[in-house]
């Protein structure tokens, strides 16, 4: 497995910005696609963007594409969520998570087998 630990969230105001990171650790990071994943109070776990190792494959849910962009450096072993035009239905608890399969329309949590321990991203209308 790998170890993955998210930074970067906080409190922001609608109409602002926020960019979140997570830094992986351990060998196995390599060939893994990362996702972004959120999870709001009284909700499901929901995936939102995903990239594949090479960067050629990418997915948007709907609710974020436009405004979300997920990038990563592999070099550096760190996967970003650059969040523009927050919202306030983007509060939530936001995961980063590694897996091997990048048929992102039919992805599921169970689908990722690291997690990090989540990092809080509130938006204020």
């Known amino acids: 497995q790998v170890q993955l630990v998210e930074s970067g969230g906080g409190s922001v105001q609608a109409g602002g910005s926020l960019r979140l990171s997570c830094a992986a650790s351990?060998?196995?990071?390599?060939?893994?696609?990362m996702a972004w994943f959120r999870q709001a109070p009284g909700k499901e776990r929901e995936l939102i963007a995903g990239?594949?190792?090479?960067?050629?494959?990418?997915y948007y849910a709907d609710s974020v594409k436009g405004r979300f962009i997920i990038s990563r450096d592999n070099t550096k072993k760190t996967v970003y969520l650059q969040m523009n035009s927050l919202k306030p239905e983007d509060t939530a608890i936001y995961f980063c998570a590694a897996g091997f399969r990048t048929t992102w329309g039919t992805l599921r949590v169970s689908d990722f087998g690291s997690w990090g321990q989540g990092t809080q991203v509130t938006v204020s209308s």
């Open positions: 351990g060998r196995t990071f390599s060939g893994q696609a």
């Open positions: 990239m594949s190792w090479s960067g050629g494959s990418t």
